[in-house]
Every structure is written in C-alpha cells, then in structure tokens.
C-alpha cells in the first residue's frame, strides 16, 4: 500500500515540475523583475562580517511609547 503511495507521490511531483515549467537555478529567466523595480537605493547595501554593525536606537523614545 505505501509502495503506492510513494510512487503516487513522485508521479505528482514529476507532473507538477512538467506543467510549472520549472528550469531550476540555470534556467535563466527572471522571476520577479516588478521587485527589482520598487529596489530603493540597492547599491548603498553594505555586508559585513563579524559584529561591527552599532545597534540601532530608536528614533524618539518617550514614556508613553515604552510597553510596561
């Protein structure tokens, strides 16, 4: 019985990859270029290594915005 179902699964699987068209990583196309398009100022995005980023503080703090 479980024979069955593995083999059902992986026919679902296989059937799905065919009908999605799905190339993998090397296939290429762009998959979502209307994100690319909203990017604001991508190119001031720095990645460091180690903790040397500073913690960030909040912009006004008061008493009224301090949860209890």
């Known amino acids: 019985m479980l024979r ?5 699964l992986v026919a679902i699987n ?5 009908w999605s068209g799905d190339g993998g990583p090397s ?3 762009e998959r979502e ?6 990017q604001v100022r991508p190119e001031i995005l720095q990645i460091r290594k ?3 980023a500073a913690p960030s503080t909040p912009a006004s703090t008061t008493d009224s915005n301090v949860a209890r």
């Open 4 to 8: 069955w179902v593995f083999f059902a």
């Open 14 to 18: 296989l059937g799905y990859f065919v």
């Open 27 to 29: 296939a290429g196309t």
């Open 33 to 38: 270029p209307q994100r690319l398009s909203q």
């Open 50 to 52: 180690g903790d040397t």
